[in-house]
């Protein structure tokens, strides 16, 4: 339950920074980078962690599932990082007048981070459907 605690914690910390920077990017911006499928999905991983073991009955396939589980937090939150890098960059682009050309390749580094991270999304999401069974899988799925 340890590795729960220290997801909390960076799930937290890095929400409020994204939270931070929300906060600040309107007024600084006038190019956004678009929102893409991986706060969905972050925000939908979340609860399954916990509620693995009581899904499966099998202790040793529900840990692999609950470590595929964590994975996706893991490649989430890396994502999220990188969209506030993103964020980051963008501001300074404002302040430093950077030409549309240099704009538009900051939002094509988030794109393509993005799909990037949704491809590795895809492969663990497949690594699930081998560990779960489709009864599983489709309880595990319909937790929102």
């Known amino acids: 339950m340890d590795f729960l605690c220290d997801f909390t914690q960076r799930l937290r910390r890095c929400s409020a920074y994204v939270v931070m920077l929300a906060l600040t ?50 490649l989430m939150l890396a994502a999220q990082r990188a969209q506030t890098e993103q964020w980051r960059a963008l501001l300074e682009a404002k302040t430093r007048k950077l030409a549309d050309d240099e704009v538009r390749a900051i939002v094509r580094k988030f ?5 990037a991270a949704l491809r590795k999304y895809v492969g663990i999401q497949l690594r699930l459907r081998e560990a779960t069974t489709p009864e599983e899988f489709a309880k595990l799925d319909a937790l929102k």
């Open 25 to 74: 990017l309107p007024s600084g911006c006038t190019e956004v980078p678009p929102n893409l499928p991986t706060s969905e999905a972050f925000k939908r991983n979340v609860p399954r962690i916990e509620l693995v073991p009581l899904v499966i009955g099998d202790s040793e396939r529900a840990e692999r599932v609950q470590r595929l589980y964590i994975e996706i937090e893991s």
């Open 111 to 115: 794109r393509d981070a993005e799909i």
